[in-house]
């Protein structure tokens, strides 16, 4: 076990931000709670997810407005997704780059249809790095002050391995349901 937490200190860190280029809510809040029982720091991995998740975002809607081409591809299937991001940013305008950090299935979608709009990259990349920190704050710091519980939770996950299954598939097909009712034709 010992052997475990001592790798999670060497690579944890690279991990967090490879996986938070991608979102990283699970891994923030594994690392803010590793911080909890002293295993990693918590700034460094705050910090760490913040870059991780800006640069992400940032990534996503430079590919998509100047490398459309090598987008288009993957993009023809979530045209429904797509869709929804785009009723959602003209409802709620730039409130959306805010909640889309807090909503699962909306992380990658809205980078990409903001990008397929004419709306301004610099203004994006600002708007973006603050939603990125709120979310980052919000996230790691709840995580750590939580941690006691979280961690709780998870030695009952691990003596009870039949309920994780349950709940990815109770909240994967949460998820699932609600983006095929948003993006349902009518």
Request: no cysteine.
């Amino acid at each position: 076990m010992e052997d475990t937490f001592s790798n999670l200190a060497t690579y944890g860190y690279i991990g967090l931000f490879i996986y938070s280029l991608g979102g990283g809510f699970i891994g923030l809040v594994a690392a803010s709670v590793l911080s909890f029982m002293g295993k990693m720091d918590l700034t460094l991995s705050i910090s760490i997810a913040f870059l991780g998740n800006a640069l992400g975002d940032v990534l996503l809607f430079w590919l998509t407005r100047y490398q459309k081409s090598m987008m288009v591809e993957g993009l023809r299937k979530h045209r429904r997704k797509l869709a929804l991001a785009h009723i959602l940013i003209k409802k709620h305008g730039d409130w959306v780059i805010f909640i889309q950090k807090f909503i699962y299935g909306l992380k990658t979608v809205v980078p990409i249809a903001i990008a397929l709009t004419k709306y301004d990259f610099k203004k994006f990349a600002v708007l973006n790095v603050f939603a990125a920190a709120v979310w980052a704050l919000a996230f790691g710091l709840s995580s750590y002050y939580f941690g006691a519980v979280l961690s709780k939770f998870a030695v009952f996950i691990g003596d009870n391995k039949w309920i994780a299954p349950v709940i990815l598939i109770v909240i994967g097909g949460s998820v699932w349901l609600y983006l095929e009712k948003a993006t349902k034709k009518k």
